[in-house]
């Protein structure tokens, strides 16, 4: 399912209206109509529609004269005076003042009717280009405290449908109809918290779509790439996922569990000590002074998990250096720090992912926490782009940016995957992967969504209070299972 930016909708506006001489006003029919469809369902009879200057305030305008048209009791509350509307907005403003809409210039207090039973924000949509201020500040701070439910049209107005960025106030949405595709902005966090659910409604664009575009992991892509094994394959075809164990082994062996669940062939533990976990007949074991060496006939690396103070001997060596010049694999927790002390943030090839939550990633570009948090997919697409690796940003709708600006958002997970080890268990899934043959942008979105997924089957089964970072390798043969199905795909 594909994520738009506001430019990229624009042009397929532009296209279908200029090449396939689709007039502005018939999509915007469409959309108000759809609107107007989604406000019955909700069985909403007192409906108030508050209105912008462009054409999202233009679909405001049809889905009120829709919704007179079907019965239902509904004023128009505008932010402009509908005499400077101009365009396809201006249009469908006369058809709604033909057809009687009532309808008033907002004043403050306006939306205090304690009768109203669904507010409709046709405000701002991808036109939205700068924070809100003024009567749009005042009226969208109004909507959201008034406690009546918002359906928002195609963006919540505030936020950046590109970014998903919020700079100021912006309207806390129930639901979102979205035109024709979904836009990036609502898909990644802050802006999909503001969505609520968020539907894709066909208005009739079509366009050539360029290359790379943005999408929600897709288990229907994916199913082509991974997982067919015929009877003659033997454990080396499914590749060595090696594991780099440090002095916190909990966690080295959660990723270890994690990459020999999700298939690979075999899983090796690389050690400078001993390990003292006394029977683990699932993976092998080798101990060298320098676990890279362990490694060496791997087809990834998982460097990071419990690593701990092992990290220090290992900074600045030749064999780290040479590692991650010349293999593929997984960056997390320590190990980011190990790429950070080692030389500095250097470039990878893009066989590697690193799978920093939102603090690892802000020490990385040197940025807070809470820019990161702000700003997520930018933060992505820079680190991706500094490194030269995959990035897995961690956090509800996971983000996985590609050096050359490709974006994936994976829909799976819930609150049952915050809990220690979980990442861990992250890293192995999408090492195993990468083992297994894929490329790094696949196995981490794969990797992603398979973990989220196992996260979701191991909450609905445990309850999201007392999953462990062991229930969720539990239920990846279960992920994998829905994964091949369909079922619990987004799409
Ligand atoms: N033909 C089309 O282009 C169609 C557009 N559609 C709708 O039109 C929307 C896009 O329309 P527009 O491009 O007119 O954009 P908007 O309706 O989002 O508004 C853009 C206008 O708001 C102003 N503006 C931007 N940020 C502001 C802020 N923070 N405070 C106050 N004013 C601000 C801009 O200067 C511009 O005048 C879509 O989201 C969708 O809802 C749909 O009806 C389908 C057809
Ligand atoms: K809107």
């Given at each position: ?316 060596t030749a064999?780290v250096d040479e590692m991650f010049s ?16 080692s030389n ?148």
């Amino acid at each position: 399912m594909y994520l738009v930016t506001s430019e990229q909708m624009r042009y397929f506006d532009h296209y279908t209206i200029k090449t396939l001489k689709v007039p502005g006003i018939v999509l915007m029919d469409h959309a108000g109509k759809a609107v107007a469809e989604a406000v019955v369902k909700r069985r909403a009879k007192r409906v108030v529609v508050a209105c912008g200057k462009g054409n999202n305030g233009g679909d405001g305008w049809i889905a009120a004269r829709w919704l007179q048209h079907g019965g239902c009791s509904v004023h128009v509350v505008t932010v402009v005076d509908p005499g400077n509307l101009e365009g396809d907005a201006k249009l469908a403003f006369d058809m709604a003042g033909a057809a009687n809409v009532s309808w008033n210039i907002y004043q403050p207090g306006d939306l205090g009717g304690s009768s109203i039973e669904l507010l409709v924000d046709a405000l701002l949509g991808t036109g939205c280009t700068r924070p809100l201020a003024g009567v749009y500040e005042q009226i969208v701070d109004e909507m959201n405290h008034s406690g009546v439910p918002i359906l928002a049209i195609d963006v919540p107005t505030g936020i950046d449908a590109s970014t998903g960025e919020v700079k100021g106030s912006a309207i806390r949405a129930s639901e979102t109809i979205a035109m024709a595709y979904e836009k990036l902005g609502t898909a990644v966090t802050p802006g999909a918290i503001y969505s609520g659910h968020t539907h894709v409604v066909d208005i009739g664009i079509k366009a050539p779509l360029p290359e790379g575009m943005a999408s929600y992991v897709d288990p229907s892509e994916l199913r082509q790439k991974w997982g067919s094994r015929d009877a003659l394959s033997h454990k080396g075809t499914f590749g060595r996922c090696g594991i780099f164990v440090g002095h916190m082994q909990g966690a080295a062996i959660l990723a270890a569990a994690g990459a020999a669940r999700t298939g690979a062939g075999l899983v090796v533990l690389g050690t400078r000590g001993s390990i003292s976990l006394a029977v683990l007949p699932d993976y092998v074991v080798r101990q060298a002074e320098s676990p890279v060496s362990a490694l060496e006939d791997c087809q990834s690396i998982v460097v990071g998990p419990g690593l701990g103070t092992d990290l220090e001997p290992l900074v600045g060596t030749a064999s780290v250096d040479e590692m991650f010049s010349s293999k593929r694999g997984v960056v997390d927790a320590d190990g980011l720090k190990l790429l950070r002390a080692s030389n500095g943030l250097r470039r990878l090839n893009d066989g590697w992912v690193l799978t920093p939550h939102p603090k690892e990633c802000a020490n990385l570009l040197g940025w807070t926490t809470e820019q990161v948090q702000r700003q997520r997919l930018t933060a992505a697409m820079q680190l991706a782009e500094r490194t030269g690796a995959i990035v897995l940003l961690k956090g509800y709708r996971t983000i996985i940016a590609t050096p050359a600006g490709e974006i994936r958002v994976n829909p799976t997970g819930n609150a049952s995957l915050a809990v220690g080890g979980s990442g861990d268990v992250l890293a192995g899934v999408i090492g195993s992967l990468i083992a297994q043959g894929l490329n790094g942008f696949d196995a981490a979105s794969l990797g992603a969504w398979i973990h989220g997924r196992a996260g979701e089957l191991a909450g609905a089964a445990l309850t999201p209070i007392s999953t462990t970072a062991s229930d969720i390798v539990d239920y990846i043969s279960r992920a994998i299972v829905t994964f091949f199905d369909g079922i619990g795909a987004r799409n």
